[in-house]
C-alpha cells in the first residue's frame, strides 16, 4: 500500500533546501523523490490526473524456476483483477453532478425544464449490471431552438458498436457544426430517427446501474434528454483549461 501526499506550490529544491521547515516530513524523506508535474508551456495540469493515468506494476513472479513461455499477441487491456482502481472508484458524486450540471442535479433543471426528459430504470434482478460500462458520444448541431441531437454512438469495454445513428432534429438547422461534428446535410438526409427513437434504444441499452463514460457527458445527456447519475466524465477526471 502506498500513500501518495502531494504539497502544492512547493518544488523539491526547495523542499530539499528548507528541510528543516517541514519535521512532518522528516519521516518520509527517505522515501521521497522528484517528479516532473504534467503541463504544456504556460500551465501546469493537475498532478492528480497524471498518477490516474499510472499503468499497474507488473506482479512478480510466484517461482523463481524458468518456465518456457508460449509467444501471446500483447493484451491491449489488463483483466480487470490488475487494474489499479476500479471504475466505481471515479464514478461522479452527487455534488460533481450539480457541479457540471448535469440533467437532474442542479437546480436549474427545474421539473418543466425536465418535462420531456427520461430516467434511467433501475437493474431490478439483472445479473453484472453494475460491472456494466458503456461510452457514449453524440454530435449536435444549431437550430432554430438551440443545440439538438444529430448523432450518437454508444460502444462497450470491448469495442464493440452498440449503436450508432444519425438523428434528424425537430427544429430547422441553422448550422451542421460539421468541422466538429462530421455530420452534414448529405448525411442527414433521410434519417428518420428522432430523439424520442433514442431515448427508448438508450433505455433499452442501458439502466441505472450501467456505468456511462464520456467528455462532458451533460451535454449528451442534455441532447438525448436524458437523465442518469452513474457517470465517469474525462472532463471533470482530467481537467483542461480549453475543456
Known amino acids: 500500500q502506498a ?6 506550490s512547493i518544488g523539491y529544491g526547495s523542499y530539499k533546501r528548507n528541510k528543516a521547515d517541514f519535521p512532518f516530513l522528516a519521516a518520509l524523506d527517505k522515501h521521497s523523490a522528484p517528479v516532473r508535474s504534467p503541463g504544456s508551456k ?12 499510472c499503468p499497474p506494476a507488473q506482479k512478480a513472479s510466484q517461482s523463481n524456476k524458468k518456465k518456457p513461455q508460449k509467444q501471446q499477441q500483447p493484451s491491449p487491456c489488463k483483466p480487470r483483477s490488475e487494474w489499479v482502481m476500479q471504475p466505481s472508484d471515479i464514478v461522479l458524486t452527487r455534488s460533481e453532478l450539480a457541479e457540471n450540471k448535469f440533467p437532474g442535479f442542479s437546480e436549474e433543471w427545474t421539473p418543466e425544464v425536465m418535462a420531456n426528459f427520461v430516467k434511467t430504470k433501475k437493474a431490478g434482478d439483472k445479473k453484472g449490471a453494475a460491472d456494466r460500462m458503456v461510452a457514449m458520444d453524440c454530435e449536435m448541431c444549431l437550430t432554430e431552438q438551440g443545440q439538438e441531437l444529430t448523432r450518437i454512438s454508444l460502444v ?5 458498436v452498440l449503436y450508432d445513428q444519425f438523428v434528424m432534429p425537430k427544429n430547422p438547422i ?3 457544426k460539421t468541422k466538429w461534428s462530421g455530420v452534414t446535410e448529405e448525411l ?3 434519417v428518420k430517427t428522432s430523439v424520442e427513437d433514442v431515448q427508448k434504444k438508450l433505455l433499452s441499452i442501458i439502466d441505472s446501474s450501467t456505468i456511462l463514460v464520456g467528455h462532458s457527458l451533460e451535454n449528451d445527456l442534455k441532447a438525448c434528454r436524458v437523465q442518469h447519475a452513474n457517470v465517469i466524465d474525462t472532463s471533470v477526471l482530467y481537467p ?3 475543456g
Do not use: Q
Open 3 to 8: 500513500v501518495v501526499l502531494i504539497v502544492d
Open 42 to 53: 504556460y500551465e501546469v495540469f493537475p498532478v492528480i490526473a497524471e498518477l490516474l493515468t
Open 156 to 160: 462497450n469495454v470491448d469495442g464493440n
Open 174 to 176: 441553422i448550422d451542421y
Open 188 to 190: 442527414l438526409k433521410g
Open 240 to 242: 483542461h483549461a480549453k
